[in-house]
């Protein structure tokens, strides 16, 4: 490095020019979040931070060791995670009441028990003070200290958490049916993206990007047609059970098919007059179309992916979950920060034999997951990133 800075100061910021700063100092990064202030904009209603009262996707039970607590920022709050006595994950505020450091930067010198690094504060799964390494065993603190706690469940090998203040609702109220199903494989990705959780929800809901935005992803290379529809409106909604908002699928009296031909068949490319142009320009991308759709149409013959009605679609605290037939996907976007999302993905399936259970394991691993998670996904991050109120 230090030869680096020499170099640096000997080129004196050569060439210049005027690239560097066109954006100024915060270059392409996402900008701040700034939140309507209007109070007739219902989004000046919403939490910058999250709805609370909700059980939150925490980490994957084996990442949390026996021995060194695991540090995790949610809904801006700080909690850590360790092992009790009873080997369950539990979750307290990452704030030792001593003295409000960070209990995360702790050890589990003892089987089940939690310990702060400043003067060993020691706490087992229900943030009671049982030790205090530093005054010795008759000191005064034990009994006397109690770190705040978080309750948590431990479903399908991942940890969810209850962020709010008051006693916890039922699990199976915030928490995807198949976490309750052992048949169910339902594997899981996590990634962080620079905005606003609330930007991430509207991203989910937008009926037109389909074949702009994903228009290179693998997912769109494969199809001929755009995957949503292409109209002036988009998606009609409805909602169900008070719990979530369905988008109502192209059809009559639904507004969805306005652009189709006589024949109820979905036109490739918009003829765009003010531009003389088509969209999409070229159709050589139907070259090989044929193949994917007709195992599309394949894939279509298996048993179809069943939920409760009131479990797909938008659904709070910032879930979407979209039914592809024979597997249910799910994005969460979780605030960490009011400009730092983490997106949380399910994938969930129902295999009706221990080979299909493999087949379906090792195609997310391998495939699946990058497919959906990083290059469909992260084309949304690029587009919807900088958007703002």
Not at 47 to 72: F, I
Request: contains cysteine; proline residues 7%; aromatic residues 16%.
């Amino acid at each position: 490095m230090g030869l680096l800075n020499t170099l640096s100061k000997i080129r004196g910021g050569y060439p210049g020019g005027w690239r560097q700063y066109a954006r100024g100092y915060n270059g392409g990064r996402t900008p701040s979040f700034e939140q309507p202030t209007n109070p007739d904009d219902r989004r000046s209603r919403i939490p910058a931070l999250g709805y609370r009262e909700y059980w939150y996707p925490a980490v994957p039970d084996k990442d949390v060791s026996s021995k060194k607590p695991v540090g995790l920022r949610l809904l801006g709050e700080d909690i850590t995670l360790f092992r009790d006595k009873n080997n369950e994950v539990q979750a307290l505020w990452d704030y030792c009441p001593h003295r409000g450091v960070y209990l995360s930067w702790g050890d589990c010198f003892w089987n089940g028990y939690l310990s702060c690094p400043y003067h060993g504060a020691t706490f087992n799964g229900d943030g009671e003070c049982v030790e205090f390494i530093t005054e010795g065993p008759d000191s005064k603190m034990v009994g006397q200290l109690k770190a705040r706690k978080f309750p948590t469940v431990t479903l399908q090998g991942l940890v969810f958490v209850w962020m709010g203040e008051g006693e916890p609702v039922p699990p199976e109220e915030d928490i995807p049916p198949e976490f309750f199903e052992p048949e169910t494989v339902v594997q899981w990705g996590f990634r962080y993206w620079a905005c606003n959780w609330m930007i991430a929800l509207e991203n989910t809901g937008d009926a037109h990007n389909m074949f702009y935005v994903h228009r290179d992803s693998i997912r769109m290379l494969r199809f001929s047609h755009g995957g949503r529809p292409r109209t002036p409106i988009g998606y009609r909604v409805q909602i169900a059970n008070d719990k979530s908002v369905k988008r109502l699928r192209e059809g009559a009296n639904t507004g969805n098919e306005a652009y189709y031909d006589k024949d109820g068949k979905r036109p490739y490319q918009l003829y765009h007059p003010r531009v003389n142009g088509y969209w999409p320009r070229y159709r050589w991308r139907r070259i090989w179309a044929w193949l994917f759709e007709y195992v599309e149409r394949k894939r279509y013959r298996r048993a179809k992916y069943t939920n409760p009605d009131d479990w797909e679609g938008q659904r709070l605290p910032g879930m979407v979950r979209n039914n592809h037939w024979n597997h249910m996907y799910t994005r969460w976007g979780i605030p960490v920060e009011r400009e730092l999302t983490r997106a949380t993905y399910f994938f969930s399936s129902r295999p009706t034999s221990w080979l299909g259970r493999l087949y379906d394991k090792l195609t997310f691993k391998l495939f699946l997951e990058w497919m959906i998670h990083f290059n469909f996904s992260d084309q949304d991050y690029d587009a919807m990133r900088s958007a703002r109120y």
